[in-house]
């Protein structure tokens, strides 16, 4: 049985990429239960990290917003379908430098905003908004470091229908004219299917 050398962030990113045009040379984000990062993807999905975050991942601050509001875990699908039903004012502040982000300080401030007993709705939909418009900043940085303008998402937190409305807007707001493209919902945390594609592809066998 042949060896082939591949990561954690080559799986979501091969799994990622079916049903797209891209090859190579494009901006990557990696949303996972513990992982937001900024990728630059060239040929064979050779990678090189841009950034991400400088603490928690978006999913942490997902999972913990929704287990404090009484939620499972992992808390995603529950705390989107919160996040729908309420309306968010932007109140938690944008912490970027860079393509560095935080999260742990819009936590305190998601924890606070449980304590005062400001609606679960609400809670929700402020942590959503918060995670469009930070990554709407850090895509925006870069493309402006790269010059690269062909963006996929990947990763289980990526599945998100409402991140998926909402980014868009957000990337339109800062005049940003790059192309962003989503994995499947369905692939979108299937690291495994991206693990088996890429031997797949080694072995000339034909994949989707």
């Not at 304590?115 to 709705?121: D, R």
């Not at 289980?156 to 229908?161: E, L």
Request: include cysteine.
């Amino acid at each position: 049985v042949p060896q082939i050398a591949t990561t954690h962030q080559q799986g979501h990113l091969r799994a990622a990429l079916v049903g797209t045009d891209l090859e190579k040379d494009f901006v990557a984000v990696h949303l996972s239960g513990g992982t937001t990062e900024i990728l630059r993807v060239g040929d064979g999905l050779d990678i090189r990290l841009l950034g991400g975050t400088a603490d928690i991942s978006a999913g942490q601050l997902v999972d913990r917003t929704g287990v404090a509001l009484g939620l499972g875990f992992p808390a995603g699908p529950g705390l989107e379908a919160l996040a729908e039903r309420g309306e968010p004012r932007s109140i938690l502040p944008v912490s970027v430098r860079g393509m560095q982000a935080s999260f742990s300080g819009a936590e305190a401030a998601v924890m606070r905003l449980i304590e005062s007993g400001a609606a679960a709705e609400n809670v929700a939909a402020e942590v959503y908004s918060l995670l469009a418009r930070t990554l709407a900043r850090l895509i925006s940085q870069a493309a402006g470091a790269t010059g690269l303008t062909n963006v996929l998402l990947a990763g289980g937190v990526a599945s998100s229908g409402l991140l998926r409305a909402l980014l868009p807007e957000r990337l339109r707001r800062l005049n940003e004219a790059v192309r962003v493209q989503w994995a499947r919902p369905e692939l979108s945390g299937d690291n495994a299917a991206g693990v088996a594609l890429i031997g797949c592809d080694h072995l000339k066998e034909g994949c989707a």
